[in-house]
């Protein structure tokens, strides 16, 4: 068998997709099935006055209603957060529908089943609800000063402030010290995920054997399953999740959300299946927001620009309530304000906020692209303070390729890397030195469409996560990860993990790594996932982990199962087990090329159990548990360059270029695959996208006319290369790619923005950076129609 | 994100059409490709009890040359007349827009009449037709007329279009060879302009050549309105730049996520400036 690990093998998942026979939970066909619409507060923060469902109740085909008071007894629990990130967090408790309070537009105040969705949404219509309106409050700063309380119970509306400080004293030692200081202010804009398939449940009262079923869109079909059975309160054995066919998440579907426990709740309750579907506008409400954040970021650096310290404050908009991992999301950025750069002394502080919004959780990348962009745009205006190119200021700072292992100053220990490589790689492929002179040249000609070049280089804390790591932060799960591996009789191979794949293309991956390991056929490998009956033991699929965690977990188990099979031929060859080599999925005897059994042949023979060693159980299965020693570090440098029309405003992307090193390859393609969507999602942040609220908590970007996701027509095509740094901590060498994209590409794009601005003085536009924005800013700087003043 | 319920009917002819819609009363909605009336009934702010399908009336889909004017029938998909070509030829205006509007999906759906019935200031046809200075086509329970497309919007989404008549027909001007122009400016490829201007160069005028130019704008007033300012300017003397500064006067532009009426001024100047320059006025 030659190698297929590294090659560019199509994805197993894809013919599927592409024909429309994929399922996703609006596709199974559930007889019975009532539907389920919620009626959501119109306000932002309301008091319930009262809700009367009569109207709504006497509809044709209308099955139940209830208010949140109605539903109150169905709850053993509130909604769950697993991540009390400090001890005197503030959590307010809060229940799949309000009971008192709505505290955002999108707030669940009522629910009507009903036997159609046509019948249920038309019925929503018809509750009536008498709120009073309490004032909202929408910016974060001002939500800071309490002006407003979210929930008047808490006396606050700052939820936690968690710090990192190693050594303070340090930190003001090099700002004292410091010849050249940046002090940047930047704002992460809310971002809606918009996975293209929006969220769907349906809860089934099981017909004979266990309790309920449920159906759901989820990434952490594992995680649900514990704490629906706490917060509903059945009994988690008897609950199954099953997470089908699933449509994309970047974070939004890794939440225990109010839709999927209230089906399950009213199912129990009326003893029939219960399904719920999202639609777009609800999705852009009811489903959580990623980043929200404000940023002061502080370089300390001498003479030369070699940063010597980093301080970072940030205000982090946590929403209306803590969902499953809202205060964690900052964390996971807190360590790398730092990046990939060597820096001695290291400061950082988040406050977790709360507003009359959508709860914000994670999204594609989760606190590391927020970091990476404060500190890339930090390094810019560091090189135009000192007064090199942003390559230089990158150069001079970035951690040598011979101080790995490398320990941060923000307490991570880097465990690969090699970063001037990627830079000079991707800088040749961008032809920058090119670029740069035709910038010069437009810049003297005096034209209206300037031409600008960024740089962002990143690392990122992958794998998630080392379960003593999380003790540490106080998640209140491990990190793990797990897998079993089973030949079946007719020599294929089952595969059973842990992770949760929506859009990944694991089944091609860990097919490919198995038939390495095993010597069968990629198609011969069939990967179990996504369904706590068949996998029981999970921790799902988020934060780049599935590869280098998942991944690992399925390896030591080919291991395993490769161990027991060795035994077995040894028997069978009458030879020692030491005597034996393997290799492609054979047993041959050390000396005598000519005897040799397959695995496969070893694997028939553990079913039959005719002839097996004494005391060798039969089959030939493992499973193992992997719980990684260290997170992995991925890392590259991307290369944007845009054309700014200063009549207009408007940005072009004339050229983006990506090189990634995330350890050793599976799959090429797939990676490709994942950090052109990466790219052009973070690129999305820089340009499009933004949830904007009104100052009376409304969504006004609540469709997708409104809330910009670019398509491809916005883009151009991507070059992308790759370096390769295999990652010491899994025996494969691999890292994670899922985020890489998202990381890197918003501080590129801008920092080409603000590149080409610079001839008018400007060095800040927020993001998106809009045409409005750019030409305010330019209008602000002085500059008219034809030409920089 | 789902309509309220409605009675669906498929007329058959024009005039099955029209006695529907006088039968059925206001609360009835004639349904060509759909592309702007469902999706305002799927955020609940259209509910017609009736819609009236007329989307598979192929008598009035085509494109042909009559006298020295091209009639197109208002039910011909913006994908045909993009690719029409007879209008590349004649009025290849009117394909370059059709060519902007949204993504191919709309294209393949969305009609042209369809678009000026509609009358969204926001839309790129009516901008069009206005600035070709075409004339709409329409018949009723009392037989056809002809209205000039200058008379034919009145107020937001609104036009001269009574309730039981049905736009069968739009009629513009060859052009022979005079220069055109379409500027639309969005933030992503299929949205709808921020602000679009179409130009033509017309008869006798000020413009570098001598001549004038009918002038439209695409989402700056409440209506697809022309730049009256502009064109008034190029027909006493200015320049084309100095005309284009004129793009906005007496204009009211909406204020929105993508621009306040201050850039949306702004914007009108510059995209009227590249248009008459493009077009070669
Ligand atoms: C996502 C999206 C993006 C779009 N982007 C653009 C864009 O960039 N530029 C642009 O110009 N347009 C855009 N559109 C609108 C599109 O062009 C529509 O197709 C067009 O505006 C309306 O044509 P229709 O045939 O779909 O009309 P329908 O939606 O069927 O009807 C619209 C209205 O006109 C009436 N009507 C239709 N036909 C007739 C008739 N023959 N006689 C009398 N009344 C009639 C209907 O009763 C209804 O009130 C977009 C639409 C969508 C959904």
């Not at chain 1, 994929?22 to 959501?40: E, K, S, Y």
């Not at chain 1, 797939?670 to 790219?679: D, L, S, W």
């Not at chain 1, 990381?743 to 590149?755: H, K, Q, R, S, T």
């Not at chain 2, 413009?207 to 022309?226: F, Q």
Request: aromatic share 6%; charged share 20%; with cysteine.
């Amino acid at each position: 068998m030659t190698a297929v690990v590294g090659t560019r093998m199509l994805r197993k998942e894809d013919p599927e997709l592409l024909t429309g026979e994929a399922r996703f939970v609006d596709d199974l066909v559930i007889p019975g099935a009532l539907h389920l619409a919620i009626v959501r507060s119109p306000h932002a923060h309301a008091t319930i006055k009262s809700v009367d469902l009569t109207a709504a109740l006497a509809q044709p085909g209308v099955v139940a209603a209830f208010s949140g008071a109605d539903l109150r007894s169905e709850w053993a629990g509130p909604m769950p957060c697993a991540w009390p990130v400090t001890e005197d967090m503030l959590n307010p408790e809060h229940f799949p529908i309000a009971v008192q309070t709505a505290c955002y537009v999108g707030d669940a105040v009522a629910v009507v089943v009903a036997e159609t969705d046509m019948a249920a949404r038309d019925a929503a219509e018809l509750v009536d609800i008498d709120f009073d309106v309490l004032p909202a409050v929408v910016d974060l700063e001002d939500a800071l000063s309490d002006r407003v309380l979210v929930h008047e119970a808490l006396g606050t509306n700052r939820s936690y402030t968690w710090e990192l400080i190693p050594a303070p004293e340090a930190v003001e030692e090099a700002f004292a010290n410091a010849t050249h200081t940046v002090v940047e202010r930047f704002v992460q804009q809310r971002l809606i995920p918009s996975a293209m398939e929006t969220r769907g449940v349906v809860a089934v009262p099981a017909v004979y054997g266990g309790e309920f079923t449920l159906y759901t869109a989820t990434q952490i079909p594992h995680i649900l399953r514990v704490l629906a059975a706490l917060t509903v309160g059945v009994s988690e054995s008897k609950l199954r999740v099953v997470a089908p066919s699933v449509g994309g998440g970047f974070g939004s579907k890794l939440d225990v959300y109010a839709e999927e426990l209230l089906c399950l709740a009213l199912a129990r309750r009326l003893r029939r299946p219960v399904r719920w579907s999202e639609d777009r506008m609800e999705n852009t409400q009811a489903t959580i927001q990623g980043r929200g954040m404000i940023q002061h970021m502080e370089l300390a650096a001498d003479a030369d620009g070699r940063v010597t310290a980093v301080r970072v404050r940030l205000l982090a908009d946590m929403g209306a309530y803590l969902q499953l991992v809202t205060p964690g999301i900052p964390l996971l950025g807190a360590f790398l304000y730092g990046g990939v750069y060597d820096i001695p002394a290291y400061s950082f502080v988040c406050t977790g906020v709360f507003t009359t919004k959508t709860p914000t959780d994670a999204y594609r990348g989760a606190g590391r692209p927020e970091a990476t962009y404060a500190l890339e745009r930090a390094m810019d205006a560091l090189a135009r303070q000192v007064g090199v190119d942003p390559a230089e200021i990158r150069r001079r700072n970035y951690v040598r390729a011979d101080q790995f292992p490398y320990s941060s100053s923000g307490g991570l220990i880097f465990d690969s890397g090699n970063y001037e490589p990627a830079l000079t790689r991707a800088m040749e492929m961008a032809g920058y030195d090119d670029v740069r002179a035709e910038q010069k040249e437009r810049r003297s000609a005096g034209g209206t469409k300037h031409l600008g070049i960024g740089l962002s280089s990143y690392v990122e804390m992958c794998g998630l996560a080392p379960s003593r790591v999380l003790s540490a932060l106080r998640y209140v799960a491990g990190g793990w990860e797990s897998s079993t591996v089973r030949f079946l009789p007719t020599g294929k191979v089952q595969v059973v993990t842990g992770t949760t794949p929506h859009g990944q293309g694991h089944e091609t991956s860990w097919s490919m790594i198995v038939a390495d390991q095993l010597g069968v056929n990629p198609d011969d490998v069939e990967v179990l996932h996504s369904d706590t009956s068949i996998a029981p033991h999970g921790m799902d699929t988020y934060g780049s982990r599935s590869l280098s965690v998942g991944g690992t977990a399925l390896w030591l188990a080919t291991e395993k199962v490769i161990e027991k099979a060795k035994l077995i031929a040894a028997h069978q060859l009458e030879v020692a087990a030491d005597d034996l080599d393997y290799a492609g999925g054979t047993f041959t005897v050390k000396g005598s090329p000519d005897r040799t059994m397959a695995i496969g042949a070893v694997a028939f023979e553990a079913f039959t159990a005719h002839n097996l060693p004494d005391g060798l159980e039969p089959n030939l299965e493992a499973s193992s548990h992997w719980d990684p020693p260290n997170f992995t570090f991925p890392f590259g440098t991307h290369i944007c360059v845009v054309e700014v029309d200063e009549e207009t405003g408007k940005v072009d992307v004339l050229k983006y270029v990506a090189v990634d090193d995330c350890g050793t390859q599976i799959n090429p393609l797939i990676i490709e695959g994942q950090v052109h969507g990466g790219i052009v999602q973070g690129a999305a942040q820089a340009l499009f996208e933004e949830a904007i609220y009104d100052d009376d908590g409304n969504l006004i970007t609540s469709s997708l006319a409104d809330y910009l996701v670019p398509s491809a027509a916005d883009f151009p095509s991507m070059q992308t290369d790759t370096t390769v740094t295999p990652s010491p901590t899994n025996p494969m060498g691999v890292k994670g790619v899922g985020e890489a994209g998202t990381i890197a590409a918003a501080p590129a794009v801008m920092n080409a923005i603000i590149d080409a601005l610079s001839p008018f003085g400007i060095t800040d536009i927020d993001m998106p950076a809009t045409p409005q924005r750019i030409w305010t800013a330019i209008q602000q700087a002085g500059g008219t129609n034809g030409g920089p003043r | 994100m789902i309509t309220a319920s409605f009675e669906y009917r498929r007329a058959g002819s024009a005039d099955e059409a029209i006695a529907l819609l006088t039968e059925n009363g206001d609360d009835a909605k004639l349904l060509a490709g759909g592309h702007s009336l469902l999706p305002l009934m799927k955020l609940r702010l259209a509910r017609p009890s009736m819609l009236i399908d007329i989307g598979r009336l192929a008598d009035l889909s085509y494109i042909r040359v009559d006298g020295d004017q091209i009639a197109i029938g208002a039910l011909t998909r913006h994908h045909d007349v993009e690719v029409s070509e007879l209008l590349a030829r004649e009025v290849p205006l009117l394909p370059a827009a059709a060519g902007q509007v949204g993504d191919p999906q709309i294209r393949h759906r969305g009609t042209i009449g369809g678009s000026l019935a509609h009358g969204d200031p926001a839309s790129d046809l009516p901008a069009v037709v206005l600035a070709l200075g075409g004339t709409i086509v329409v018949r009723g329970p009392g037989g056809e007329r002809s209205i000039p497309a200058a008379e034919f919007f009145n107020g937001f989404m609104e036009t001269a279009l009574a309730a039981d008549e049905v736009l069968t027909e739009i009629r513009v001007p060859r052009l022979e060879g005079a220069g055109w122009s379409f500027q639309k400016f969005n933030r992503r490829a299929h949205d709808w302009a921020i602000v679009g201007v179409a130009a033509v160069k017309t008869g006798a005028g000020s413009g570098s050549n001598g001549e004038g130019a009918g002038v439209a704008l695409v989402n700056m007033s409440s209506t697809p309105v022309r730049a009256t300012g502009v064109e008034e300017a190029l027909a006493s003397g200015a320049s084309a730049a100095e005309a284009a500064a004129h793009a906005a006067d007496g204009l009211d532009p909406p204020s929105d996520i993508n621009a306040s009426p201050e850039f949306r001024r702004h914007l009108a100047q510059v995209l009227v400036r590249r248009a008459l320059e493009e077009a070669g006025v």
